[in-house]
């Protein structure tokens, strides 16, 4: 706890609008003080703070912590035996106004208000919360302590069970939350007798008076699993130097939908102006959340109180995100990124929109400084990814950024979390990362590119190797030095076995494979086999018309291109990380470069990132018409059954987006798909820009049998009501 407060208040710091010489803390139920020293580990004590006070009821603990700090001469701590609902700043702190004394000492109660907010920078609570018997007064008072960007540690036991809270879209997570009931009786009654209140209603109310920035929740093995949490949070009422919170809420509103924000001159509450526009307006799921719980009286996702915007809300309890079991299926991205830079030539201007995968591509495009990048995916784990690379650069030096995503590993990695990318994660990328730091720092050998939905495809690679002694063979090749020695290797030792009938028909023909490892769903696996059966070799009666023979043909399609006519060793990373487990400092992907770390670490870099969680067509449809320059969309498509009307659907919502002259980049397992005729009949001029025919590699990935750039050159006409709806609703009924 106190060293992801310290990680706040750092990364506070060092922002642009915060500049601080004064800095007061505020140590609630501190006891003895032994947390005041410990938080010397993470920060200088009598440099960081200008004034630390220690506020608890007990006398004898009390003495305890003044000769503490008269042993460790820190002046600028100061014990306050008092009861904390009592306790005010201002009898402290010079510069503070303080409350007029009412004329009647009788009638004190009645006039004497706290105020709204203090000027205490952190405020903590170390498992002393479950300790105090009025404990709602305790945590009302604390709004008087804190400062508006202050924040506010607690970190206690607990025992809870879901159905309290499961409900809740304001409590920034609910990973591990639950205790089972036989842990939450034996819990309960055991510290009982200490008179330590383990129920739920101490952490629910804390929720409720304060928005929550970070949590977890963990067990105490050591000490028999016992449940504790820690909590992390600030003011329920957002604050901005300039704004009201509804007028925080309309911009982020409008960096999820590109729809204009207008600064308001006369500092008016910008959610009555909404309520009182007549014409229909797109607004994002995030603002619509948000507008539900004001109303309610209730805090904000715990998204809104970020200290980046990047991640914009989702209802991480919905079906379709919990459908991937918290795996992310590619643990980088399969497209070639230098491709992309050469086709898009992206601009300032540029507002590009992109599936995430594993975030590279994403990050290549903003190396490029578009104005916006809005990254989509279903996966919330996929773009768990991408917000930790974005944060990464942000707060890490290369060093530790290389080590991290170019060797998959790092042995301080979960150090490295709490202290420097916690304030810059969304607490749901920040649960998820701590609960698996074992990706990058584990006693097994494996890193990060042997993690996901992918690592089956790189193992069944490792496993045939090991079948066949092909170990040191596989190394040869990634450390040949010319072309022609990768070749004669792959010709007559890798391909082999590799590209064997037996190997193909066992594992990669069979469709759980081809989900599980590579992605593939049914309806492009049905795309391949029709391919392969209107090909020439079928038709001369050279292959057999079955997946098998199809899978592996499109294998030796894919495989003998890229061993042939691209250097892996020095060319390559995409298959260099897959033989090699991690990329090296010769061949790597574009956003491991040290370049580009050092233009994305610089502040403001990051700053047109958008992150949605949704299906693409939900997002698209949620953007403000005309507003976007470039789709990337992958080979979604494929995904569509053939002549599909969501297909339509969505190339129709496409082309609402882009402007005139935007452009869809896609790829696909087909040489001439059939949705590219409907693109063509919504708006839109379509061209390959390369195809794999006669045994041409039509990028390092060469994954794909075919690439377009569908170029919008006409409108669609307007949608009826009764067709343009928003995932169930009707647009024109969105006005909030």
Not at 102 to 125: C, E, H, I, K, N
Not at 655 to 668: D, F, P, S, W, Y
Request: aromatic residues 12%; hydrophobic residues 40%.
């Amino acid at each position: 706890m106190l060293a992801l407060v310290a990680a706040q208040l750092e990364a506070k710091a060092k922002s642009a609008d915060e500049n601080k010489t004064k800095r007061i803390w505020v140590d609630v139920g501190g006891g003895t003080g032994w947390n005041i020293e410990a938080m010397s580990q993470f920060v200088d004590v009598p440099n960081f703070f200008s004034s630390v006070y220690l506020v608890d009821f007990s006398p004898s603990l009390c003495e305890v912590a003044k000769k503490r700090f008269e042993r460790l001469g820190w002046k600028n701590v100061r014990v306050v035996c008092q009861d904390a609902r009592k306790f005010r700043l201002e009898d402290y702190e010079t510069g503070m106004s303080k409350q007029v004394a009412p004329r009647s000492p009788s009638l004190s109660y009645l006039t004497q208000q706290r105020q709204d907010y203090g000027g205490a920078d952190l405020v903590t609570f170390s498992y002393s919360l479950s300790m105090i018997p009025d404990y709602y007064s305790v945590v009302d008072s604390v709004n008087s302590l804190l400062a508006p960007h202050g924040i506010m540690g607690v970190v206690d036991f607990y025992v809870q069970n879901q159905t309290d809270y499961s409900f809740r879209n304001y409590t920034g997570g609910l990973v591990d939350r639950h205790v089972n009931v036989l842990s939450r009786n034996f819990w309960r009654a055991w510290f009982d007798f200490d008179r330590v209140g383990l129920e739920p209603g101490r952490r629910d109310y804390l929720e409720y008076k304060f928005g929550t920035v970070l949590n977890f929740n963990f067990r105490n093995r050591t000490l028999g699993y016992i449940p504790y949490y820690v909590w992390v949070g600030c003011h329920k009422k957002p604050f901005s130097p300039s704004s009201l919170p509804h007028e925080i809420i309309e911009r982020i509103d409008a960096l999820a939908t590109e729809s204009p924000y207008l600064y308001p001159a006369n500092q008016g509450d910008a959610l009555t102006r909404a309520i009182e526009r007549s014409a229909p307006e797109i607004r994002s799921k995030a603002f619509i959340t948000a507008v539900q719980n004001l109303s309610a009286n209730l805090p904000l996702p715990s998204f809104f109180y970020q200290n980046h915007h990047w991640r914009i809300y989702y209802d991480d309890r919905l079906q379709k995100h919990t459908q991937f079991n918290d795996e992310y299926i590619y643990a980088f991205t399969w497209e070639d990124a230098r491709v992309d830079e050469r086709l898009l030539k992206l601009g300032p201007d540029d507002k590009v929109l992109a599936i995430t995968s594993a975030g590279d591509n994403i990050i290549s495009y903003l190396a490029q400084s578009p104005a916006r990048v809005h990254a989509v995916d279903l996966n919330p784990t996929q773009n768990h990814l991408l917000e930790l690379k974005a944060a990464a650069y942000t707060a890490l030096p290369y060093e530790d950024f290389w080590k991290i995503f170019g060797e998959g590993k790092h042995a301080d990695f979960r150090k490295l979390l709490i202290t420097k990318l916690s304030p810059h994660l969304s607490g749901r990328a920040f649960q998820y990362w701590l609960k698996n730091v074992h990706v990058f720092h584990n006693n097994k050998g494996y890193g990060l590119y042997d993690t996901g939905g992918s690592r089956h495809a790189i193992r069944a690679f490792r496993w045939i190797a090991r079948i066949f002694g092909l170990q040191s063979t596989v190394q040869k090749l990634l450390s040949a030095r010319t072309l022609n020695e990768q070749r004669d290797i792959w010709r007559n030792k890798i391909r082999p076995a590799l590209l064997s009938k037996l190997i193909c028909n066992l594992v990669v023909a069979q469709e759980s494979f081809l989900w599980a490892a590579l992605g593939v769903p049914k309806n492009q696996l049905a795309m391949i086999e029709n391919d392969h059966a209107n090909s020439d070799i079928v038709k001369q009666g050279k292959a057999k018309n079955t997946r098998s023979h199809a899978i592996w043909h499109y294998m030796v399609n894919t495989l003998d291109p890229v061993a042939e006519e691209t250097h892996i060793g020095t060319d390559n990373p995409y298959y260099y990380v897959c033989l090699d487990g991690k990329f090296s400092k010769k061949c790597h992907l574009e956003y491991l470069r040290p370049e580009v770390h050092a233009k994305l670490s610089r502040p403001g870099a990051l700053d047109g990132l958008r992150i949605h969680t949704d299906e693409l067509e939900e997002v698209i449809a949620r953007i403000t018409p005309g507003t976007l320059t470039v789709a990337v969309i992958m080979d979604s498509m494929d995904w569509f059954d053939t002549g599909s009307q969501a297909a339509a659907a969505q190339i129709s919502k496409l082309n609402r987006a882009l402007q005139m002259g935007g452009r869809v980049l896609l790829r696909t397992s087909a040489l001439s798909p059939w949705y590219i005729k409907v693109f063509e009949a919504h708006g839109f001029t379509a061209k390959c820009h390369g195809s794999r025919v006669d045994g041409a590699c039509i990028d390092r990935v060469n994954m794909y049998a075919s690439c377009w750039i569908c170029t919008k050159t006409e409108n669609l006409p307007p949608p009826t009501p009764e067709f343009d709806r928003i995932g169930g609703t009707d647009i024109t009924s969105l006005t909030i």
